[in-house]
């Protein structure tokens, strides 16, 4: 018995609770589940420790390098800044998660349990009425990190193992009921394409589907645009980034003021030019946000790899849901790039008036939900409604993204560690879902994963005949419709 | 073997994607291959050490330098479409060997 306890204390100080050994540890094992040869169980183990530890050194740098700027902003204006981004929403979340004395490592745990939770609810679909199996990696991570943080905000006494659990439930939920909700949009949009989205709209694409048709005309559609070419750039994350922090760290730290910065921020030389040190801070956060992301890209890909085995068992018959950028294939390109700007709008409108109305939060726009979040909706809003309908719902989408991310950047205190996840369902649904969490307890939680359970079930009263129909064969869900038309 | 690089926006979701299901076709058409996924960024300055670039079709324009140079460049519609990607792979890859 001592030495089973000898080797659980072992395991728990220097696999459970370090993030970075702990997913090379599911990795190790989760090869050796598919039988593949010990070699490349420890290759893999290896890269994913390291893709891990890079995102930690990117991670730190990110937090970091905003850190004069957030001290500038509290002395002189009382203001706190949140960059709304998933990558900044991870760092922030893991800042705030330790902050309070917890192991990051949780959040594997929560992933493990919610994506177990997720493959249990497809495997009974028949009853749970749950058809879709979310498997973007790196969003998983994203989203279970500030997630984490939510509930460790809510619950500040509970002990590790029932923030996990707990957390895996609900994160679980959600990631079932949300995919399944895009079926009908995705399968619509793509003529029967075999994916549904799992990525960080998804309530918003149901959103959307549903009112696109009403706002405008789709026999209107961007087709006929022509847009220009600089526009091109912006597909690119490392210069969209950079042009985006130069101009919002620009104005800020202009505002600030060299002497103020100098005083922050030792970095800062004294014979360095002004303009010079703001693109230099500008531009440090893409080479954080491009390190960051090849550490995700590295330790997700062998997650993702060590796990397939497992869900190639469980998908046949039903529907992987995947990265938001699989339905850009079927939409025009003209209506990526009108999604961006016109959310982009949305969203400066948005952080005007912020300022304008005094708010206790800065908001600055980040790259990811600024593109990808509104590139989603302007294809589906244009394939149902048109160009009026895409610029209209991705303008008031931005909008909502910096209101939304704005309350829950300051509510959930993640202001202080300069980031909030940022994209649409988690300024909307999860501030909401971490508000019931905070005042209504366990039995907000509880009634939280009920009414999302439910949703399938109403789903599929509305359309016995074709629901599961519409996932496994297309073909056929057309030939059904059109006798019933 | 041949060198393929797979292509997204963020060098994450569809990319792995895009890897995963040619890594079936590749094995199904009997094609010896070594798949490297990353962001387009990326991909653009890397284009000339590989012999095939696969994206989405909307990102295509990126790699017009690449393919003015000779490297294969594969846009797909439906990226979880292991048929459409054997259909391009064979057409392209395979029937020009």
Not at chain 1, 103 to 123: H, Q, R, Y
Not at chain 1, 154 to 174: E, H, K, N, R, S
Not at chain 1, 267 to 273: I, M, P, R, V
Request: charged share 15%; with cysteine.
């Amino acid at each position: 018995m001592d030495f089973l306890m000898v080797v659980w204390e072992f395991f728990q100080n220097n696999v459970l609770t370090k993030p970075q050994f702990f997913v090379g540890f599911i990795v190790f094992v989760g090869y050796l589940l598919l039988q593949k040869p010990l070699y490349e169980a420890v290759a893999g183990f290896i890269k994913a420790v390291v893709g891990y530890m890079i995102l930690m050194v990117a991670s730190g740098g990110l937090v970091g390098n905003f850190r004069p700027v957030l001290v500038g902003l509290k002395d002189r204006f009382d203001l706190s800044a949140a960059v709304i981004d998933p990558y900044f929403g991870q760092a922030a979340a893991q800042a705030s998660v330790e902050s309070v004395g917890r192991s990051f490592s949780m959040m594997m745990l929560v992933l493990l349990i919610a994506f177990s939770f997720n493959l249990l609810l497809v495997l009974f679909r028949r009853y749970t009425k749950i058809r879709t199996l979310f498997i973007t990696g790196h969003v998983m991570v994203q989203q279970s990190s500030t997630a984490l943080w939510l509930v460790l905000f809510c619950f500040p006494q509970l002990q590790d193992a029932g923030v996990v659990v707990m957390l895996g439930i609900l994160l679980g939920t959600y990631w079932s009921v949300a995919s399944n909700l895009t079926v009908e949009p995705c399968q619509k949009l793509t003529e029967g394409g075999g994916f549904a989205t799992g990525h960080q709209q998804m309530f918003g694409i149901w959103f959307v589907s549903k009112i696109a048709g009403k706002i405008g005309d789709k026999k209107k559609s961007i087709e006929s645009l022509k847009l220009p070419g600089f526009l091109s750039i912006f597909n690119e994350n490392v210069v969209a980034t950079g042009i985006l922090m130069l101009f919002f760290f620009g104005a800020i730290i202009t505002i600030l003021g060299p002497d103020m910065m100098h005083k922050i921020d030792k970095s800062f030389a004294k014979e360095q030019n002004f303009v010079f040190y703001i693109v230099e801070k500008s531009f440090n956060f893409s080479v954080y946000l491009t390190i960051l992301q090849l550490g995700v890209r590295m330790f997700v890909s062998e997650l993702t790899e060590s796990f397939q085995g497992i869900s190639n068992k469980i998908l046949p018959g039903s529907m992987p849901a995947v990265d938001c950028a699989a339905t850009y294939g079927f939409g025009h390109p003209n209506a990526v790039t009108i999604g961006f700007l016109f959310g982009a709008l949305g969203q400066f409108t948005a952080i005007i008036g912020l300022l304008v109305f005094q708010s206790p939060i800065l908001i600055i726009s980040g790259f990811v939900p600024l593109f990808f979040d509104n590139a989603t909706f302007a294809v589906f809003a244009n394939r149902l409604g048109g160009i009026k309908a895409a610029v209209i719902i991705t303008y008031f989408s931005g909008m909502i993204q910096v209101l939304g991310g704005g309350f829950a950047a300051y509510f959930f205190m993640t202001g202080k560690f300069g980031g909030w996840h940022g994209n649409f369902d988690w300024d909307t649904i999860w501030p909401t879902i971490g508000v019931i969490m905070n005042y209504g307890q366990y039995v907000g939680v509880a009634a939280v994963v009920i009414c999302l359970l439910a949703i399938p079930q109403i789903l599929y009263r509305q359309n016995k005949d074709t629901y599961f129909l519409i996932a496994e064969d297309y073909d056929k869900y057309l030939e059904v419709k059109g006798e019933e038309a | 073997m041949l060198k393929v690089i797979a292509a997204c926006g963020s060098g994450m979701g569809s990319s792995q994607i895009i890897k995963m299901k040619l890594e079936k076709v590749f094995k199904k058409l009997g094609i010896d291959a070594s798949i490297y996924h990353t962001n387009v960024g990326d991909a653009k300055s890397q284009a000339a050490n590989y012999d095939v670039v696969v994206c989405s079709e909307s990102l295509i324009g990126t790699f017009t330098n690449a393919s003015a140079k000779g490297i294969t460049v594969i846009g797909l519609k439906n990226l979880l479409s292991e048929k459409e990607i054997e259909e391009k792979v064979t057409e392209q890859i395979v029937n020009k060997q």
